[in-house]
Structures are given as C-alpha cells and as structure tokens.
C-alpha cells in the first residue's frame, strides 16, 4: 500500500492521492461564515504590548481592550457587521463578534415595496402589509319619486305626521315658515308610465293617470297599422 499525490480532476477537491489505485480527494471545509468585521485590540502608539498581547486582553469592549483609556498601550476598534439589507433583520455584535442576522422585534415599521400595501411591519423577519379594503362607494341618492312630501324640517319642532297634517297641495301650505326649519316640502315627481296616450301628474301634491285626448297622434308599434291615434288611453291605428 502506498500513496501518491496526483491530480484527480475534480476542482472541488484538495490534496487528491492515489489509494489502492483510485484517485481521491478531500472536499475542504466551507470556509467560516462572514457577518462583517469583528472588533480588535492591537497594539497602542506606546507599543508597550504586541498586537497578540492585546488581543488576549479581549475584545468584547473598549474598556476591557483599552484598560488605560488612552490608546497608549492597546487601541480598540468596534465591529462593524453587515447591513443585511433586510429592515427585519440586523447582524449585531455580542462581545465584539459579529453574530449571525437575528430578527427585529415583530412590528417594527418597514416598507415592503408594494405601493399597494399600507401598515407594514416586519414579522419573524419579514416585511409585510395589508391591502386595505376599497373606499365605500359614495352613498348616492335616489331621486324623489311619487306624492309630495310635507315632513319635519332641520328645526325638528313638529313631527313628520304634524307636518303632513298641514297639507302637501304646496310649498306655501307645508312650509309656512319659508325656511324648511318647521317642516320640509318635496314636490311631487309623477313616474312616467310609458304610454303615450296617458298622463300621470299631480293635483294637490298627488299624482294621479289621466287619459290624454282622444285623437291624439300616437305610435302602437305596429307596422301595419296607420293612423294611429288615442282612443280612451289606448293607442290604435288602422290597417
């Protein structure tokens, strides 16, 4: 049995043999994982100590590399970990050794990036928003139609049943005052019925179908017929 050392082929490994007449490697191990630039105690402008020396003082503080407070024998200088990039999570040091990035605490204001998302905030390390609900649609409304009104104005001094009391044949009858502060009039609004040889209008604030005219021009959708006219609120021609 013997060994020799060749190049077996693969880049991935190291110090490759020959065992038994197999060509191996050994993958070497990762190399250690960087969370930035960890403090340091090196020797001060007396020169008093050596780099080494001051290092074995330890790292953790200024006060525990720095003991004289002057820089004169060991100097100290802070870590600097890596910005993670991530608002959620920050890579700090514990006792002048960069630690690997922990999470901010839950609720800690962030931006996502999502313009559509509001109320970000980081949970277990990551940022997040909500979408908020759409704005209500405005409220929009509905046309008055049918009988006139006389009802309870902005004052409130008289109900709606007391201010109908008073009458809705018209604004002077329902509001006396002319302020709508006592009681508010709505005039009639009559639906249209959709056939031309009636009329749906208001007498006295009701609205009330009449038949228009006899004779009177009208269309009964009926191409064969001719003529046509109102008869009684009904629309015929003649064929």
Same mark, same amino acid.
């Given at each position: 049995?013997y060994? =020799?050392?060749v190049?077996?082929?693969d880049?991935?490994?190291?110090?490759d043999?020959?065992?038994?007449g197999?060509?191996?490697?050994?993958v070497?191990?990762?190399a250690?994982?960087? &969370?930035g630039?960890?403090?340091?105690? /090196?020797a001060?402008?007396?020169?008093?100590?050596?780099?080494?020396?001051? $290092?074995?003082?330890?790292i953790?503080?200024?006060? /525990?590399?720095?003991?004289? $407070?002057?820089?004169?024998?060991?100097?100290y200088? @802070? %870590?600097?970990c890596?910005d993670t990039?991530?608002?959620c999570? @920050?890579s700090?040091?514990?006792?002048g050794?960069?630690?690997?990035?922990?999470?901010?605490?839950d609720a800690?204001?962030?931006?996502?990036?999502?313009?559509?998302?509001?109320?970000?905030?980081?949970?277990?390390?990551v940022?997040?928003g909500?979408?908020?609900a759409?704005?209500?649609?405005?409220?929009?409304? @509905?046309?008055?139609?049918g009988?006139a009104?006389?009802?309870?104005?902005?004052? %409130?001094?008289?109900?709606?049943? @007391?201010?109908?009391? =008073?009458g809705?044949?018209?604004?002077?009858?329902?509001d006396?005052e002319?302020d709508? /502060?006592?009681?508010? &009039?709505?005039a009639?609004a009559?639906?249209?019925?959709?056939?031309a040889?009636?009329t749906? /209008?208001a007498?006295?604030g009701?609205?009330?179908t009449?038949?228009?005219?006899?004779t $009177?021009s009208?269309?009964?959708?009926?191409?064969?017929?001719?003529?046509?006219?109102? $008869?009684?609120g009904?629309c015929?021609g003649t064929?």
């Open positions: 049995w060994q =020799r050392r190049h077996g082929g880049a991935g490994t190291d110090v043999v020959c065992s038994s197999v060509c191996a490697g050994t070497p191990a990762p250690p994982a960087s &969370y630039s960890d403090a340091t105690c /090196t001060g402008s007396g020169a008093t100590l050596t780099d080494q020396e001051c $290092t074995d003082r330890g953790d503080d200024a006060a /525990t590399c720095d003991a004289e $407070t002057d820089g004169t024998v060991c100097v200088q @802070e %870590a600097s890596t990039g991530n608002a999570t @920050e700090v040091a514990a006792a050794v960069c630690a690997a990035p922990t999470d901010v605490a800690t204001s962030c931006n996502d990036g999502d313009d559509a998302t509001d109320g970000d905030v980081c949970t277990s390390g940022c997040a909500t979408v908020p759409p704005a209500p649609e405005p409220a929009v409304e @509905e046309p008055h139609v009988d009104t006389c009802t309870a104005g902005t004052g %409130a001094t008289l109900t709606d049943a @007391e201010c109908t009391a =008073r809705i044949v018209d604004a002077a009858t329902c006396v002319t709508g /502060t006592v009681c508010a &009039y709505v009639a009559c639906a249209d019925d959709g056939n040889c009636t749906n /209008t007498t006295d009701v609205c009330a009449a038949n228009v005219a006899d $009177t009208c269309d009964d959708g009926d191409d064969t017929t001719e003529e046509d006219v109102c $008869t009684s009904t015929a064929a």
